[in-house]
């Protein structure tokens, strides 16, 4: 598989116990050809978690992918225009990022990159990460699985003794997820057991 000449808008929003698990699905993107474009939300950017140092983690990402950090709505909004994407991706996406993909919102970096994207007719790749998947955001998730162009990495429960209605997505079938939503199909099954 390569992804030679392909470009790959990697939106990152703040699951801060997920944001380290970003670093290799990343550097395989790299490693596969593609062009690809940091877009991290204000929450990503600014602030530090006891999970990772931000400025290091940014550091590391402009490293791998051999671009500037895009971290404003002003720079998002140019997916749309001038800088189109060939797919979107957000990894990993929170529930807070779903709820507001759902219902239009883009007052955000990622949020702003995926409606720019969305608006050229290309797809929008979810890595769910959220802990009220089976709650709360259920209804969101299913919204956006009935909206074209948004595609999923198959996500399945991580610990549902201790957190019943938390899903995350299962990053190993990322590459092969973003192939399928490129060809404009879901990779088959959506929902996995872990």
């Known amino acids: 598989m390569t992804l030679k000449g392909k470009k790959i808008g990697f939106g990152i929003c703040a699951s801060f116990c997920t944001v380290m ?8 993107l790299k490693e596969l050809g593609a062009d690809v474009y940091p877009v991290v939300s204000e929450n990503v ?19 791998i992918s051999g671009n500037e950090i895009i971290s404003t709505i002003a720079e998002a909004e140019t997916f749309g225009p001038d800088n189109q994407m060939d797919i979107m991706i957000i990894v990993p996406a929170t529930g807070n990022t779903i709820a507001k993909l759902a219902n239009g919102i883009s007052d955000g970096t990622v949020t702003m990159a995926s409606k720019a994207t969305l608006r050229n007719g290309k797809p929008v790749l979810l890595a769910l990460f959220t802990n009220d998947a089976l709650g709360a955001s259920g209804v969101n998730i299913m919204k956006l699985f009935n909206t074209k162009n948004i595609f999923f990495v198959p996500f399945g429960q991580d610990d549902p003794i201790k957190k019943p209605t938390s899903m995350t997505a299962d ?3 990322l590459n092969e997820s973003l192939i399928c939503a490129l060809e404009g ?8 057991s872990y």
């Open 21 to 28: 698990e970003v670093l290799e699905p990343l550097k395989k």
């Open 45 to 63: 950017f600014n602030n530090s978690s006891r999970f990772h140092d931000k400025d290091e983690f940014l550091d590391t990402i402009r490293e």
């Open 171 to 173: 990053l190993g079938l």
């Open 185 to 192: 199909r879901q990779i088959q099954p959506a929902i996995i």
